[in-house]
């Protein structure tokens, strides 16, 4: 398995400010995710962070409004950026550890809370 | 196109009997399925997987769930609930065809076991 932390927690903020989330997982992995879920909803897929590439977006997601880089192979940020009541979310980092293709388990960290007011 | 349903937003079981959470999913090739657990103000918890083999597979805190390829479903089970075990279930699914490597999640089923 893989232990993921989060941080902020939560966090509120102002409309029009931007937020960065950071994600320490506790060993090296091979993918990192990172997905939105808003109040009551399941989740959606944000982007998909490899260390050393530029991050691969899903549709209606941005890289001017959520850019996220991957330093390494333990750590990346989400930044949310010029933010609206509309980005209110919990924000979950997620990971895959190994190679054996659509078989790996994805873990997932604890969720950042964003209130935008 | 690899997609997932949970047909029931809401599950309520009394402590004691048994319970069944639904999924069933579409892919283009094999499926591989999984559950997850979101306890109140929580990431999501991994429950259990189905890659191959035998169509029942265990997993954590006494659940299981069964593959039945002819009906395209992997209904999450236990045999005995507990209330602890009210929480938000999600299903999801990743296709072995293709080099898409992320879950395509449901919509989510509210367990509530009453006391």
């Known amino acids: 398995s893989a232990v993921i932390s989060q941080k902020p927690s939560r966090d509120i903020c102002q409309r029009g400010t931007s937020l960065t989330i950071q994600c320490q997982v506790d060993?090296?992995?091979?993918?990192m995710f990172w997905y939105r879920q808003q109040p009551g909803q399941s989740l959606t897929l944000i982007a998909t962070?490899?260390?050393?590439?530029?991050?691969?977006?899903e549709s209606g997601f941005v890289i001017d409004k959520f850019p996220i880089s991957r330093p390494n192979l333990t750590f990346s940020t989400l930044t949310v950026s010029n933010m609206s009541p509309e980005d209110s979310s919990i924000y979950l980092c997620?990971?895959?550890?190994?190679?054996?293709?659509?078989?790996?388990?994805?873990?997932f960290g604890p969720g950042t809370r964003l209130t935008v007011l | 196109a690899q997609s997932v349903a949970q047909p029931e937003d809401q599950v309520n079981v009394a402590e004691g009997n048994p319970l069944t959470v639904k999924c069933t999913y579409s892919?283009?090739?094999?499926?591989?399925l999984f559950w997850y657990v979101q306890y109140p103000n929580r990431g999501l918890q991994f429950l259990l997987k189905?890659?191959?083999?035998?169509?029942l597979v265990k997993g954590s805190y006494g659940f299981e769930a069964e593959f039945n390829k002819s009906q395209t479903s992997f209904h999450l089970k236990k045999p005995s609930a507990l209330v602890s075990d009210s929480a938000l279930y999600f299903c999801?699914?990743?296709?072995?065809?293709?080099?898409?490597?992320?879950?395509?999640f449901g919509s989510g089923t509210q367990l509530t076991v009453l006391p």
């Open positions: 997620s990971v895959t550890k190994g190679l054996a293709g659509g078989t790996d388990t994805q873990y």
């Open positions: 060993s090296q992995v091979t993918m």
């Open positions: 962070a490899n260390q050393g590439s530029e991050a691969t977006y």
């Open positions: 892919v283009s090739g094999n499926p591989y």
């Open positions: 189905y890659i191959t083999g035998d169509n």
């Open positions: 999801a699914v990743r296709d072995n065809v293709g080099s898409a490597r992320q879950l395509t």
